[in-house]
């Protein structure tokens, strides 16, 4: 019964998930000099992948949450602990999010997982690590567990994956995000994407926006309706969420998986929370923190005490992939 226990008390204003969830992006810096590699995809667009070497055996691919990068707060924090921990990184910047604009039409979605598993095995093919290790983030967290539970031939150099903050359930997790209380988030999430489909539209003039919608568009389901259900070839919003969503690949996950959600993330629906997949799958482990908000799991405002999801990561992949 891998649903593990949670030791996370932070401090009394951290308790609050709001508070959690805005300071992390806010006041949370961390430096990296990543080296930058630009890899062509197999229908001739691009991913920018950002390294993180320190000379060890063992690399961590990081994939990050919805209009994320390699420079999200949480990508640079768990790189910097990683990297001292004694594993390379290495951040994949899904299509469009590395700051230019990818080459096609399409760019990523939720359960655009075949976009992983080709950089999981150009990093099998052109380096000799002897063990890969994803670590993913809301969106990325949904992307990591889908792949682990969809793909059959996953190399053996892929040892398992962390998955922090997951919607794994996408249909009642977007009709949570729609509510009034995670409005100031939903509009920050929809000014980038708006933004984003105006300069596909001028690029792409055979790609049909609406701007007028578009500029009321105050919903997921508005951007789905007009970008994410015709370019990628779905029914509906509906039919999206419902193949997009990682849950249902969870008891196929056949490598030791640990997903972190907290209690207080208001991201998330009580759907996803995958108590009976933990209890009974071998290899898929949940913590369930009461507090943590969304991707934050901050405890104090001392740099030095802001370790705990980073610390969770690093034993889970030092004791269940028996990995130093």
């Known amino acids: 019964m891998p649903i593990l226990h949670s030791n ?9 998930g709001h508070f959690n969830t805005i300071y992390r992006p806010l006041f949370v810096k961390e430096e990296i000099n990543f080296k930058r590699k630009r890899i062509t995809t197999w229908d001739s667009d691009f991913i920018d992948l950002d390294f993180s070497f320190v000379k060890s055996d063992t690399l961590v691919l990081l994939i990050h949450g919805l209009e994320g990068s390699s420079s999200s707060s949480y990508m640079l924090t768990a790189t910097k602990y990683l990297n001292n ?11 469009g999010c590395s700051g230019e604009d990818n080459l096609l039409l399409g760019t990523y979605h939720s359960g655009k997982t075949d976009d992983v598993d080709f950089v999981i ?31 059959s031939d996953i190399p053996e150099v892929v040892k398992g994956a962390v998955a922090v903050s997951v919607p794994v359930d996408l249909t009642t997790s977007q009709a949570e995000l729609s509510k009034f209380k995670n409005k100031i988030y939903l509009s920050e999430f929809l000014k980038t994407m708006k933004s984003k489909l105006i300069a596909k539209a001028e690029r792409f003039p055979e790609f049909e926006l609406d701007r007028k919608l578009l500029a009321k568009a105050n919903k997921f389901r508005h951007i789905e309706k007009q970008y994410t259900v015709p370019v990628f070839g779905f029914k509906s919003s509906e039919d999206y969420w419902e193949k997009a969503s990682s849950r249902p690949y969870i008891p196929k996950i056949k490598h030791p998986t640990l997903l972190i959600n907290s209690l207080d993330d208001s991201f998330l629906s009580k759907e996803c929370y995958p108590y009976d997949e933990a209890e009974k799958v071998a290899n898929f482990y949940l913590i369930t923190p009461n507090y943590g908000g969304h991707v ?20 889970f992949i030092k004791e269940k992939m028996n990995l130093v």
Do not use: A, H
């Open 121 to 151: 095995n150009y990093l099998n093919k052109t380096y000799s690590y002897k063990n890969i290790v994803i670590v993913g983030f809301s969106l990325g967290g949904n992307l990591s567990l889908k792949y682990l539970g969809e793909y």
């Open 85 to 95: 921990t004694g594993f390379d990184t290495v951040c994949m910047n899904l299509r």
């Open 8 to 16: 996370f008390t932070p401090s009394l204003p951290f308790k609050n």
């Open 296 to 315: 934050g799991f901050l405890s104090s405002f001392t740099k030095t005490q802001n370790n705990w999801l980073e610390k969770k990561m690093v034993q």
